[in-house]
């Protein structure tokens, strides 16, 4: 598997606000994701970042309000921009394929975000 | 759209007994499939996957695959209480050029009962 970190663990934020979460991995992996998960909720995939070019967003989510950097292999950050209350939720990145198959992932603590 | 179905439950079992959980998936050409445990507050944590039709064991977790009925099931044996937990199958869905994604089911809560 792999190590992965995430900066912060938890925060709470005023609305209007950005934050930025970073996500570091213990070594290179190819495919980096960010998720979101809502309270009682399943995961749902923001967008995959992609080392050196702009991110790929799923429906539902735009760059203006969850740009995505991923500067190298190791580390990527996802800024959730003019926060609102809706924005409250955990979010996780996560990596792989980094195992015996060829498209696993695995996750990060997560990032616990509150909006006032 | 790919889908992935669970019962969301909340399922119980006693302490000791099996516990079966189940999952179906729309796309046809899924080649992997995972299982993950979530803990409250914690993140997913891989514990089983599967490429092939039939039984998978691994110490008292088995998953069963079977794609003719597009159909993936987790099975605990001698449940524990620190086996309650949410568990979340996914299944990939490739884009090209080695790239991936997984699409999550909703989960399902399992509470082990002492």
């Known amino acids: 598997s792999a190590v992965i970190s995430q900066k912060p663990s938890r925060d709470i934020c005023q609305r209007g606000t950005s934050l930025t979460i970073q996500c570091q991995v213990d070594?290179?992996?190819?495919?980096m994701f960010w998720y979101r998960q809502q309270p009682g909720q399943s995961l749902t995939l923001i967008a995959t970042?992609?080392?050196?070019?702009?991110?790929?967003?799923e429906s539902g989510f735009v760059i203006d309000k969850f740009p995505i950097s991923r500067p190298n292999l190791t580390f990527s950050t996802l800024t959730v921009s003019n926060m609102s209350p809706e924005d409250s939720s955990i979010y996780l990145c996560?990596?792989?394929?980094?195992?015996?198959?060829?498209?696993?992932?695995?996750f990060g603590p997560g990032t616990r975000l509150t909006v006032l | 759209q790919k889908e992935v179905e669970q019962n969301s439950g909340p399922l119980s079992v006693p302490e000791g007994a099996i516990a079966s959980l189940n999952c179906t998936y729309s796309?046809?050409?899924?080649?992997?499939f995972f299982w993950y445990r979530q803990y409250s507050g914690k993140s997913p944590e891989l514990i089983m996957f599967?490429?092939?039709?039939g039984d998978k064991e691994d110490g008292r977790f088995t998953a069963q695959l079977n794609k003719a009925s597009q159909y993936v099931s987790l099975l605990i044996r001698d449940s524990q209480p620190s086996d309650s937990a949410t568990y979340l199958c996914?299944?990939?869905?490739?884009?090209?050029?080695?790239?991936?994604?997984?699409?999550f089911g909703k989960g399902t809560k399992l509470s082990v009962i002492p």
């Open positions: 996560s990596v792989g394929p980094k195992g015996q198959g060829p498209d696993e992932q695995f």
């Open positions: 070594s290179q992996v190819t495919m």
């Open positions: 970042a992609n080392q050196g070019s702009e991110a790929t967003y």
């Open positions: 796309d046809r050409g899924s080649q992997s």
């Open positions: 599967i490429y092939s039709n």
């Open positions: 996914a299944v990939p869905t490739y884009s090209g050029a080695g790239s991936y994604q997984l699409t």
